[in-house]
Every structure is written in structure tokens, then in C-alpha cells.
Nanobody, 126 residues
Framework: VQLQASGGGWVQAGGSLRLSCAASGRSFSGDAMGWFRRAPGKEREFVAAINWSGGVTYYGDSVKGRSTISRDNAKNTVYLQMNSLKPEDTAVYYC????????????????????WGQGTQVTVSS
């Protein structure tokens, strides 16, 4: 099982990026999926979560109102559209999947998440 994140890069403040995470190895259409990030010298931070159908979403306070999580179960892929990017959004972004949405929509230090992908770097310059 693999979660392959892509779409990161360099962008100026105020710009937008769309991250993608393609899952392989098995279908995740029945699982919750989401995103975390880790900035240099900071704790890992919850970004966004989406339930299996896409009908329920949660966002971390730092991205709420600027980001949208969505998914395409036919493609086994989850997306994170980020707008109005700020330098403080600079981080490595990780895609995750778990059978329980509340495991992902979790601000605790060690969320019990089944699957973590490799990260994709997002750098926002001022």
C-alpha cells in the first residue's frame, strides 16, 4: 500500500497550490483520508480530513477558509487545494488514510493513523 503525494513546490505569498495524493495497493474508497504538515522546527500539524464519501470535512484552524479537501474515489485520490498561501504554510505535507475519520481529524501529538504517505514540500516566499 502506498500513498504518493505530489503537487508541492515553490509559490509566492498569496498564490495557490493543489496537492494530490494517489493511493495504490488497495482501494481507499471506504476510508477517511487527509493531510498533515510539519514545518521546520515545529510539531506535526493537522491540516484537513475528509470522510469516505466526501460529505464530511474538517480543517485545522491555520488553513480553515483558505483550503479545500476533496477526493475522487474512482481515482483513489485525495486533493488539497490551498489558496492565499502564507509563508507560515511552508512545510512538508503528508497524505494519510485511516478507517476512522476521527483518527485523522485529530490535533493530538500521536494520532493513531494506519497509513502515512511520503511528504511533498511546499515553500511559500514572502
Amino acid at each position: 500500500v502506498q500513498l504518493q503525494a505530489s503537487g508541492g513546490g515553490w509559490v509566492q505569498a498569496g498564490g495557490s497550490l493543489r496537492l494530490s495524493c494517489a493511493a495504490s495497493g488497495r482501494s481507499f474508497s471506504g476510508d477517511a483520508m487527509g493531510w498533515f504538515r510539519r514545518a521546520p522546527g515545529k510539531e506535526r500539524e493537522f491540516v484537513a480530513a475528509i470522510n469516505w464519501s466526501g460529505g464530511v470535512t474538517y480543517y485545522g484552524d491555520s488553513v480553515k477558509g483558505r483550503s479545500t479537501i476533496s477526493r475522487d474515489n474512482a481515482k483513489n485520490t485525495v486533493y488539497l487545494q490551498m489558496n492565499s498561501l502564507k509563508p507560515e504554510d511552508t512545510a512538508v505535507y503528508y497524505c494519510v488514510a485511516d478507517s476512522e475519520l476521527h483518527h485523522i481529524a485529530n490535533t493530538g501529538p500521536n494520532p493513531p493513523i494506519d497509513y502515512w504517505g511520503q511528504g511533498t514540500q511546499v515553500t511559500v516566499s514572502s
